[in-house]
């Protein structure tokens, strides 16, 4: 009984911190240069990324989804801090020059888009 005890103990006082403190690295400030991936979701929305709505992208570049942004690599060029807490981050793609031949950058929520899986860290 005593043994069990000193291990409950041991267990909540050195592997719990340190799970915590694992699961509260996950997500971290971005910094201009970063490299994140764009993950397309379940539903083929984006909703933290801004990327121009479907009926744009139909006009102006005749495709009618995203699927051209999915895996794509993007840099983060600027960080921008709300005043209600919020870090939106602008992103331009690595390889390519432009998103869908037009627009040079988007914006994001950065943490919405980690939580959802719209942005993966590499």
Known sequence: MRNL???ALFCFLFLVPAIL?????DITEPKVGDVLIVQSTKTGQFDAIKFPKKNIL???TGLSNYSRVDGMKVEIVEVIEKSNGETMVKLKP???KKFFRF????????????????????
């Open 94 to 96: 690595l390889q390519e």
């Open 5 to 7: 005890q000193k291990l």
């Open 21 to 25: 403190m694992a699961s509260s690295c």
């Open 103 to 122: 627009w040079n950058s988007v914006k994001a929520n950065y943490q919405k888009a980690l939580e959802k899986g719209e942005l993966q860290k590499l």
């Open 58 to 60: 139909l006009k102006r």
